[in-house]
């Protein structure tokens, strides 16, 4: 089985550009969450959904980030306008059946190393 | 804010060695999780712990869950140089449904 998909893998911008990230969750996965990683604050949860519905986004910095889950088969993120201290790696985990019903494992993709000059 | 502080930060041992990383808050939580992470990748999920007092083992690597639920460790007997990797705790809050993770050890194994 394919495991959590991520695209694209580098992405380098300028400052003031949008960005978009894309993830695929594996499939049968019903909740989906997108982290960001950096030597300075770690690894940091920004939005999850459930039943591709955002369940909490408390964790997304500032308004310039934007995230949706049309389907079950897909998810994005979106920085708009990006600025350099959006510069980090940026992870989709996913997990089944149903997150709060027990413990839960995230399989997490390989992440999308951002860049902005 | 939940904290959850790593310690060591960094470690760099001799192939055979063991090591303990700490990992530790002033919060409680109901499950707590242990992942390693290798450069280029996402983290990989090593174990779950929800009991207080709760001890797992894989292989070589012993996880102990404290008595509080507010502090866990991991301990690698005879370290390899496959166990190199960064190591994240991850706890949960009951009723919150996700998971705050630590600042992290960095662990070099040498040959």
């Known amino acids: 089985d394919a495991g959590v998909i991520q695209s694209p893998r580098h992405e380098v911008t300028e400052m003031g550009q949008e960005v978009t990230l894309r993830c695929k969750p594996i499939s049968g996965h019903n909740s989906l969450f997108w982290y960001r990683q950096t030597m300075m604050r770690g690894l940091e949860l920004l939005i999850y959904?459930?039943?591709?519905?955002?369940i909490d986004d408390s964790g997304m910095p500032e308004d310039r980030f934007s995230a949706k889950m049309p389907n079950a088969s897909f998810s994005t993120l979106k920085i708009q306008p990006s600025e350099p201290r959006d510069s980090a790696v940026y992870f989709c985990?996913?997990?089944?059946?149903?997150w709060g019903q027990g413990v839960e494992t995230q399989y997490f993709g390989p992440g999308t190393r951002l860049l902005v000059l | 804010t939940q904290l959850l502080e790593q310690s060591p930060q960094f470690l760099s041992i001799q192939e055979g060695e063991n090591l303990t990383v700490y990992c530790n808050s002033s919060s409680v939580f109901s499950s707590l999780q242990w992942y390693r992470q290798e450069p280029g990748e996402g983290p990989v999920l090593l174990v779950t712990?929800?009991?207080?007092?709760e001890v797992k083992k894989l292989k070589r690597l012993t996880f102990q869950f404290g008595d509080a639920r507010k502090d866990s460790s991991l301990h690698i007997t005879a370290a390899q140089p496959g166990d190199t990797g960064l190591y994240l705790c991850?706890?949960?809050?009951?009723?919150?449904?996700?998971?705050?993770f630590g600042t992290g050890t960095r662990l070099k194994v040498l040959a």
């Open positions: 712990v929800v009991t207080g007092g």
């Open positions: 991850a706890g949960e809050t009951s009723g919150t449904y996700k998971y705050i």
């Open positions: 985990a996913s997990s089944s059946p149903f």
């Open positions: 959904f459930n039943n591709n519905v955002p």
